[in-house]
Structures are given as structure tokens and as C-alpha cells.
């Protein structure tokens, strides 16, 4: 082989090998650019019913209870017994004649309280009736109970009346109305949809402490429209409000946002090449994550096994 043949092959092989080191520098990336989508401002809420109207039967003198004839959680009807009083050991406290149960009753309680001659005269009959419809949501009962003067004894809770009850951050509050639609299942009957009318009735501001420090949260109340006799006060429930109207957001699929110790961050190719940029995001959906930071509607994006600077050949699925 002459000179200038060997010389010329080995030109044709070290430009091959040129061009394959230069392939190894190229990256093939997926490329992509904001959608406009229609965000739906829904709140995913979680909470329980809860009646507003509650009564709560106190008595102006102080008792001992003979028998019960409710239990907690229990619908009664305005006139049912309660539960009635133990006139006979009544007496006896009032005539000196405390026995040991009673006395193990009565301990750390002011006897001249409970020893007050007048007590006998007040009670017209030794049973207490309830004063309305509703369910029994607490009660102090036990036979043998001692209960002082204007202390609860039974609180009853209006079922006609319900409310879903729910916690929102600061933010979602801000973003809700009085008249909003909450769409609404109980978790004891998942099948069975309910509709609340957010309420501007007790609203309240508290602290709520979690795992990441204390944050404040707003009570929240929607007053059920079509409630029926399968939920109650205490029953869990789940929900989910529409704000406001929808709104057209600049999104981008996940797979496209990246995060480091910097924050969250996009390849944008540009002059041919990948440049990291880091974002600010808002709102997510199931496919898509809103991107605040501005961004030309060209703007080409990049996903792949990239760094900045890499050198890039578009090859979508």
C-alpha cells in the first residue's frame, strides 16, 4: 500500500472516531412545552357531622339518680324518660343517714350542698322528661350518681339540623364562600351522596399541632340539605368543595420537574443545548403541576438523564 493511501485511511478512521466521541456528548431527551389546562378549584375536605342545636338538660338543685333509660347515641322523643331520681336515698342524705355507698359517693363533695332541706320541695315528680326531639350525645348517667346543681347532666343534640364539620388551612379558606356546594360521603355509607351549604354560622380559628410545628386551621360548617336517618352526629365523613370558577393555568407534566437541595428546577433547551432553571409551582392534578415562574409559550422543556450544558437531540416517544 502506497504512502497516501495509508495516510488518507488513517484520516477516514481518526474523523469516524472523531464523530463517535462526539455522539457520546449528545444526549436524546423527551421535549415538551406548557399546556393550557383548565384547573378545577376543588378542596378535598375530611370531618364529621355535627348538629349546631344542641340543649342541655341542667337541674337548679342537686340529684341522685335511681335509674337510666337511655343510652348515648340514642334518638328520643320530646316527653321520654330520662332517667329518674332516687328520692328514698335523697332522704336519707337529708335526714343524716348517709349510707357507705353513698358516703363513697359523696366524696370531695360539699354536703351542704347535697343537705339542703329545700331540695325535696323542687321535685314535682322523680322522673326527667326530655325537654325536645334529638340524640343523645352525652350524658353523666350512672345509678347511684351524685349530680350538683347546674351541672350537665344530658346534652341532646337536633338531628332535623346537621352540619359537616371540617378543618381548613388559611389558604383554602381564603378561598371558599358562604353558599359554596360541598359534595359530601359519609364513611359509613359511602354509597349514599350528600350536599352542604357552607354556613358563615361558627366559624372558628384554632391552633393545630402536627408534626411540622403548629399551624392555624379554620372550623369550617355546611349545613346539610338532604340529610336522612343514616347519619348522626360523630359519623366520619369526606367531601370536597368547588371554589370558585375553573381556571386556565400554564402546566407542565410531572416527569419534567425536577428537585435538588436548590429547590425545583426544569431543563429548557436552549442554542441546542440543556440550561437548568429553577421554578416556582402551584396547583397539581393527577398528570400536571402549574408553573408559576414565566416562561415563553416556545419554551421547549426537556426530560432525560440530563445535566446542564449537555448537548441535545430531540427523540420523543
Known amino acids: 500500500m502506497s ?9 477516514l478512521i481518526s474523523t ?3 464523530i463517535s466521541v462526539n455522539l457520546n456528548k449528545i444526549k436524546f431527551a423527551n421535549a415538551t412545552t406548557l399546556k393550557k389546562i383548565e384547573y378545577v378549584n376543588d378542596i378535598n375536605v375530611v370531618g364529621e357531622f355535627e348538629s349546631l342545636n344542641k340543649t342541655q338538660i341542667k337541674l337548679s338543685y342537686p340529684i341522685i339518680v335511681k335509674e337510666i333509660y337511655v343510652n348515648e347515641n340514642e334518638y328520643i322523643n320530646q316527653g321520654q324518660a330520662i332517667f329518674s331520681i332516687d328520692i328514698d336515698k335523697m332522704q336519707s342524705v337529708l335526714n343524716g343517714n348517709i349510707t357507705s355507698e353513698v358516703a363513697n359517693q359523696l366524696s370531695g363533695i360539699n354536703i351542704a350542698e347535697v343537705n339542703d332541706n329545700k331540695i325535696l320541695s323542687y321535685i314535682a315528680d322523680d322522673t326527667i322528661y326530655s325537654p325536645v326531639n334529638g340524640i343523645i350525645t352525652e350524658h353523666n348517667l350512672y345509678e347511684g350518681a351524685v349530680i350538683l346543681k347546674n351541672n350537665n347532666i344530658v346534652t341532646l343534640s337536633d338531628t332535623d339540623t346537621l352540619y359537616a364539620k371540617f378543618s381548613l388551612s388559611q389558604q383554602d379558606f381564603g378561598k371558599v364562600k358562604v353558599g359554596d356546594t360541598v359534595i359530601i360521603k359519609s364513611a359509613a355509607f359511602p354509597e349514599k351522596i ?9 366559624a372558628v380559628v384554632r391552633k393545630q ?10 372550623d369550617v360548617f355546611a349545613e346539610i340539605k338532604n340529610p336522612d336517618d343514616n347519619i348522626t352526629e360523630g359519623l366520619q365523613l369526606s367531601g370536597k368543595i368547588t371554589a370558585d370558577k375553573n381556571e386556565v393555568k400554564n402546566m407542565l407534566e410531572h416527569r419534567y420537574i425536577n ?3 436548590g429547590g425545583e428546577f426544569v431543563f429548557v433547551l436552549k442554542n441546542g443545548s440543556a440550561e437548568k432553571t429553577y421554578v416556582t409551582c402551584g396547583v397539581e392534578n393527577t398528570d400536571y403541576t402549574e408553573i408559576l415562574t414565566h416562561f415563553g409559550n416556545d419554551t421547549i422543556f426537556l426530560d432525560g438523564n440530563l445535566k446542564s450544558g449537555d448537548r441535545v437531540i430531540i427523540a420523543n416517544e
Open 3 to 11: 504512502k497516501i493511501k495509508v495516510i488518507l485511511l488513517i484520516l
Open 16 to 18: 469516524f472516531i472523531g
Open 194 to 202: 350528600y350536599y352542604g351549604e357552607i354556613s358563615d354560622k361558627n
Open 209 to 218: 399541632v402536627s408534626v411540622t410545628g403548629t399551624n392555624v386551621v379554620i
Open 259 to 261: 428537585q435538588d437541595s
